[in-house]
C-alpha cells in the first residue's frame, strides 16, 4: 500500500488560505488520492478526492502534481470552523478499496 | 445524501459484558461497510471490512471472536464487543462505501459519527 507523508501541524490564519501538503511517492498509477478531516470527536467527514488532474469543490481544491508524487489541499478561506485533523489517504486498488489512515495534519485555524 | 448514523453515540458497560454498535447507511446502500478504532490522541485504526451477505474480513491483530461483525443488509452493519475488557475502551467508527459501478475504485467512504465506548 502507498504510504503519505504529512507535518503533523500547521497553523493558519482565519481568512486566509490553508494549504496542506502531502507525499505519496509510492503511488500506484490506478490509486486515488483522498483526502478527509476529523473535527474533534466526530467521525471523518469527506472532502475531495483526485487521479491526476486538480479538483475542485465547494470546500476545497486538491493540486496534484505532475509525476503524483505529492498533492495539496488547499481551503482557499479558512475558518475557525476548519480547525481538525486533515488526512491524506491513497486508496488501494487490489485491496477492497481499504483505507489506511497515516496520522495526519493538525490544522489550527487563528483568529 | 450520503449519511451514515452509529448507535449508541456513547456507552459504559462492565468488564465482561457485551456490547452492540449499529452502523447504519440512510440514505443509500452500501455494499461494503468498514470499521475502525480510534485511541485517543491517535489516527485510525481499520479492524475489518464487512460485505453485506458474506463474512467479515479482518485485518491482521483483529481478533474476529471478540469483535463479531454481521452485514445482514445494506443499509446495516452491527458491531458486537464481546466480553468487553478496559483495553477495549476506545472510538469505535464505521463507514459504508456507495455501491458504485463494480470495481470502480473510486468508490467514497462516508463515516458515522462514532460510538465511544468506556468499559469500567
Known amino acids: 500500500d502507498a504510504k503519505t507523508t504529512q507535518p503533523p501541524s500547521m497553523d493558519c490564519a482565519e481568512g486566509r488560505a490553508a494549504n496542506l501538503p502531502c507525499n505519496h511517492s509510492?503511488?500506484?498509477?490506478?490509486?486515488?488520492v483522498y483526502w478527509y478531516r476529523q473535527i474533534h470527536s466526530q467521525g471523518p467527514q469527506y472532502i475531495i478526492h483526485g487521479l491526476k488532474n486538480n479538483e475542485t469543490n465547494e470546500m476545497a481544491s486538491l493540486i496534484i502534481t505532475e509525476d503524483r508524487k505529492s498533492s495539496t489541499l488547499i481551503l482557499p478561506h479558512a475558518t475557525l470552523r476548519d480547525t481538525a485533523v486533515y488526512y491524506c489517504i491513497v486508496k488501494t486498488l487490489y485491496n477492497f478499496n481499504k483505507f489506511y489512515f497515516g496520522s495526519g495534519t493538525k490544522l489550527n485555524v487563528k483568529p | 445524501g450520503a449519511v451514515v448514523s452509529q448507535h449508541p453515540s456513547r456507552v459504559i458497560c462492565k468488564s465482561g459484558t457485551s456490547v452492540k454498535i449499529e452502523c447504519r447507511s440512510l440514505?443509500?446502500?452500501?455494499?461494503?461497510m468498514f470499521w475502525y478504532r480510534q485511541f485517543p490522541k491517535q489516527s485510525l485504526m481499520l479492524m475489518a471490512t464487512s460485505n453485506e451477505g458474506s463474512k467479515a474480513t479482518y485485518e491482521q491483530g483483529v481478533e474476529k471472536d471478540k469483535f463479531l461483525i454481521n452485514h445482514a443488509s445494506l443499509t446495516l452493519s452491527t458491531l458486537t464487543v464481546t466480553s468487553a475488557h478496559p483495553e477495549d475502551s476506545s472510538f469505535y467508527i464505521c463507514?459504508?462505501?456507495?455501491?458504485?459501478?463494480?470495481?470502480?475504485?473510486?468508490?467514497?467512504?462516508?463515516f458515522g459519527p462514532g460510538t465511544r465506548l468506556t468499559v469500567l
Open positions: 463507514s459504508a462505501q456507495t455501491a458504485g459501478t463494480s470495481g470502480s475504485i473510486t468508490d467514497t467512504q462516508y
Open positions: 440514505d443509500f446502500q452500501a455494499t461494503t
Open positions: 509510492t503511488i500506484s498509477g490506478n490509486e486515488y
